[in-house]
């Protein structure tokens, strides 16, 4: 397993940090973990898998949408 910090997630998904955190907090985004001591200052890391499996999913997404005739 992989852990991206938040510039490879930016790299990934080219949305601004602010906006990942609106997704996260509706439940559309993997969450993110937090390694460290647990206060303000840990550091926070996505799974890779995770978020790949939610790239793949918007791919899916669309392609249904242009499927349907």
């Known amino acids: 397993m992989r852990l991206l910090s938040k510039r490879q997630v930016l790299y990934l998904v080219p ?3 602010q906006h990942i955190q ?4 509706l439940d559309r985004f993997p969450k993110r973990i937090k390694l460290g001591n647990g206060g303000r200052n840990a550091k926070a ?18 392609d249904e949408l242009t499927d349907t005739p």
């Open 15 to 17: 949305y601004s940090p």
């Open 22 to 25: 609106r997704l996260e907090d």
């Open 45 to 62: 890391f996505w799974v890779e898998q995770e978020v790949l499996d939610w790239i793949q999913a918007q791919i899916d997404r669309r």
